[in-house]
């Protein structure tokens, strides 16, 4: 199956009600539109374990692949992530996460 999207909620000046969560999917993973002024914020839900997301990276230097960038969130906290440079992370930044109890929403700044 596809990656599932996460959709980016522009931040106005006006301001903006609080998006949706997407529910974490540890089998399909996910993607966000990226367009180097955007930031996650993970929630982890769960309230026994730090879970961990994972952003990666598709470039490729000396026919290596360059290590994915891993964010721990502790239980029960959130944690906002980026910005993430389109020359790094490319315009459509994948997304893993280890579990379910991990929320991720998008910001476009």
């Known amino acids: ?11 106005t000046r006006a301001g903006v009600a609080p998006p949706t969560e997407v529910n974490g999917d540890a089998t399909n993973q996910h993607v966000v539109q990226n367009n180097g002024r955007m930031i996650l914020l993970v929630r982890n839900s769960g309230v026994t374990v730090a879970r961990t997301v994972t ?5 490729v230097v000396d026919g290596q692949t360059v290590t994915p960038r891993t964010v721990s969130i502790a239980q029960s906290a959130s944690r906002y992530i980026g910005p993430f440079p389109t020359d790094s992370y490319g315009s459509s930044l994948q997304v893993d996460v280890d579990n379910a109890e991990l ?7």
């Open 1 to 11: 199956m596809p990656r599932v999207n996460v959709p980016v909620t522009p931040i």
């Open 55 to 59: 952003l990666r990276i598709p470039s």
């Open 103 to 109: 929320k991720l929403l998008a910001l476009g700044i």
